[in-house]
């Protein structure tokens, strides 16, 4: 980017505050609501989208004022080391018909590592936008100030903690485990529990890392906490109301695999024209799927339904036809790479030899990844650590240099993947303050980056990924895939 064009935006983020002070007061002056566009930011991975994040959308527009709720969204692949349970496109559209306005792609490299770098990445881009004012996130019962109290001893490291947190990895804690019970000695006078209780919630680990991100960055973007509501985050059964992504993940694949891919009657249905597939009237189809699939087998498993909203119905249909990507299938290509050498494996980003070692000790031909995990389980690192792990093997996500500090990671750009009609004046705020490229198109960021770069890697990893889940739910489908420099950005 030219000079201006990074002086100017920043100099707009420090009077952004100012303005919504004089804003405010000529509100109160003139009893008229303010002109001032507000923004709020939220970062996710809606996998899927369902109830409670409408709710999260909803509320944050209540408790900000916001104007526009911008999403920074996980693509094809998530923090929790596996494929989305829908394309990235899918999810798009199933947020913004739930009240999001504009979605950008966090780079799968980061989408898919550890929280601190996948808070950091998704603040960075929030940030570099230069009109987003808040950044909300869920939390089961804390507060802003709590979040903080962690985040500020985690940046400062005193040494006190460095010393606790020492000794209880040297005792055979994990990371996590240590870090907490040294967080809970110096915060609540040698009551470790409170922190341990405060940092087993994934919500609020999320949401630290949100805070030392923007900390870190000194940014004007101000945090919001919003009480989740319904089940918890690892609730795995389905509710009336409010039900967890896991438990609506849960449901499908218990689907999937007790029934769908023993009966294939799906992909047969469609293709006959049986289900009406004209690309009209997705009511009808999907109720034509459900009549000739489940009922079936006297078998309505619709209960996830009650927890989607939006615009689920093409989600349904396309899991229905068996139009996603699972571990199961990746299996093939993780069996490739483990007949390769240790020192080959040992590159690969969150990989080290030792690690590297067992993988090698404990695979063989034929076998599963549940018994693959089971087989690499260890209280040093936890199960999650292990399957990003595994993705970043068969994803091709080598540990390159500009990853050895996730605070000092790159961020290029933010690649947008669809937003609302409505949303016209946002697009154009940000195209006036952004400090990072904005990529609409996906040809864009191939032209925008010389081969070699960090950031032709960031995204030449974007494209690559989506392209192999795109290819394998094609293949499954029975359809022809559709090229990621050929996707169309999602608009409604």
């Known amino acids: 980017m030219d000079k201006d064009k990074q002086i100017y935006p920043l100099t707009a983020r420090i009077l952004r505050p100012l303005r919504w002070e004089m804003n405010c007061i000529q509100v109160e002056i003139k009893g008229e609501r303010s002109s001032f566009m507000k923004v709020a930011g939220i970062i996710a991975e809606y996998n899927p989208f369902h109830k409670g994040h409408q709710y999260h959308i909803e509320e944050t527009r209540k408790k900000t004022g916001a104007d526009y709720v911008v999403v920074v969204m996980s693509g094809d692949y998530v923090q929790r080391g596996e494929p989305a349970i829908a394309d990235k496109y899918m999810r798009t559209r199933m947020a913004l018909s739930g009240g999001a306005d504009l979605i950008i792609e966090m780079p799968a490299i980061y989408a898919t590592a550890s929280a601190e770098y996948f808070a950091t990445a998704g603040i960075g881009i929030l940030d570099q936008l230069g009109c987003v004012d808040y950044l909300s996130f869920g939390s089961e019962w804390a507060e802003v100030e709590d979040f903080s109290a962690y985040a500020t001893l985690f940046l400062e490291e005193p040494e006190e903690y460095k010393q606790i947190l020492q000794e209880q990895l040297k005792s055979g804690k994990s990371f996590p485990e240590a870090r907490a019970f040294a967080a809970g000695n110096l915060l ?23 805070i030392k991100a923007l900390k870190r960055r000194n940014s004007l973007i101000r945090p919001v906490v919003i009480k989740r509501k319904g089940n918890h985050y690892h609730e795995n059964k389905l509710t009336e109301n409010y039900s967890s992504a896991t438990a609506i993940r849960q449901e499908m694949y218990h689907f999937y695999r007790n029934f769908s891919r023993k009966n294939p009657y799906n992909t047969e249905i469609c293709n006959s024209g049986k289900c009406g597939n004209t690309g009209k009237n997705t009511n009808n189809r999907v109720s034509n799927i459900y009549n000739n699939t489940y009922n079936k087998e006297k078998e309505a498993p619709q209960a996830f339904e009650k927890a989607l909203c939006g615009e689920y119905l093409p989600f349904i249909e396309g899991f229905l036809q068996n139009n996603f990507v699972t571990w199961e299938d ?3 290509y993780l069996d490739y790479t483990f007949l390769l050498k240790n020192k080959v494996i040992g590159k690969y980003f969150g990989m080290n030899l030792d690690l590297a070692r067992r993988f090698q000790n404990i695979y063989e031909p034929g076998l599963s990844f549940e018994d693959l995990i089971e087989g690499l389980h260890a209280r040093q690192i936890t199960d999650a650590a292990l399957r990003r792990v595994l993705l970043h ?22 690649r947008i993947l669809g937003f609302s009609k409505s949303s016209s004046p946002l697009l154009k705020e940000i195209r006036q303050n952004a400090t990072l490229d904005i990529i609409q198109r996906p040809a864009e960021g191939k032209k925008l980056y010389s081969n070699g770069s960090a950031q032709a890697q960031i995204y030449s990893i974007d494209i690559r990924t989506a392209d192999l889940y795109e290819q394998i739910a094609a293949r499954k489908a029975g359809r022809k895939p559709i ?10």
Not at 195 to 209: C, Q, R, V, W, Y
Not at 399 to 412: N, W
Request: glycine fraction near 2%.
């Open 393 to 414: 093997i068969v994803l091709h996500m080598k540990y390159y240099p500009f990853l050895e500090e996730a605070k000092d990671i790159p961020i290029p750009y933010a």
């Open 188 to 210: 609540f006078n040698s009551k470790p529990e409170k922190a341990i209780e405060f940092l087993k919630e994934p919500n609020h680990i999320l949401g630290l890392e949100y």
């Open 483 to 492: 090229s990621e420099y050929k996707r169309q950005q999602v608009i409604r």
């Open 330 to 332: 990746l299996m093939p």
